[in-house]
């Protein structure tokens, strides 16, 4: 029985901003002085790119930015760390992330789906070097290609290709294919292309939905400046209250 006094208990939601248009306010707030994202990394990651959409969505440019993470779990260790008074951490994950489900079960005290993004993915590709692309003339990638991927899209391949190389991001995949570890590698469209690759298949672009998680901390300080942004709205209100009422001024 003592054990059961070590379970965790997942946090509660309440006084949380209801809306996208709310938590914009609370964003807005000046008890949030800065916002730091946390996001799989190298650049060119469909969650990166998910990430800054969702700034620009919230206005919230000139106060907030983007560490590169290693893993989203690497980004989820890095917002628990932040300790900086007014600083809000974010971390970014995808809803088929390979382990999106250890990531909400192993996190009980966070809160891993927040706020959501919801965006095309920057196109998908099976990509290698332009020297061997001018020397492939089958319709068939040779079997002792080696090819660089991600764990959640290398069910793409099967079961047309098994020799695969496991990277941490889709970024990565491009970067060792261009640096000549692998002979190919899925990746996205701007990593294809900031690396200087060759698309020898394009996947497409289907609707992903990118969640911004936040901790304990972090969720102390957006219910303190949605607080605030309520009270601010309903002082905004007041006089036109008064005189609806009858009361003087």
């Known amino acids: 029985m003592g054990w059961l006094r070590a379970l965790p208990r997942f946090r509660p939601v309440g006084g949380l901003p209801g809306s996208g248009e709310h938590l914009r306010e609370a964003l807005a707030s000046d008890l949030i002085r800065q916002i730091r994202h946390f996001a ?49 951490g974010i971390f970014w ?34 990509a290698t070097k332009p020297a061997l692309a001018r020397e492939f003339n089958d319709p068939c990638i040779p079997c002792d290609w080696r090819i660089a991927v991600h764990p959640s899209p290398a069910a793409l391949l099967h079961p047309h290709h098994r020799n695969i190389v496991f990277v941490n991001s889709n970024a990565v995949a491009a970067i060792e294919c261009a640096g000549g570890r692998v002979e190919a590698c899925i990746t996205t469209e701007s990593a294809r292309r900031r690396h200087g690759l060759i698309s020898l298949h394009c996947f497409g672009s289907p609707e992903m939905v ?13 219910r303190a400046a949605q607080a605030q942004s309520a009270r601010s709205h309903f002082g905004s209100q007041a006089p036109c209250d008064r005189h609806v009422v009858g009361l003087q001024p």
């Open 93 to 126: 994950t995808c809803a088929v992330y390979s382990r999106e489900m250890e990531v909400f079960f192993r996190n009980p005290d966070t809160l891993p789906f927040f706020t959501q993004e919801t965006m095309a993915l920057d196109k998908m590709q099976l």
């Open 210 to 222: 990118f969640f911004g998680g936040i901790t304990h901390a972090g969720a102390e300080l957006i």
């Open 40 to 88: 799989l990394g190298p650049e060119g990651t469909n969650i990166s790119q998910a990430c800054s959409r969702w700034t620009v969505r919230m206005q919230i440019q000139h106060k907030a930015h983007t560490v590169l993470c290693d893993t989203p779990e690497d980004s989820i260790v890095a917002a628990r760390q932040l300790v900086e008074p007014s600083t809000l």
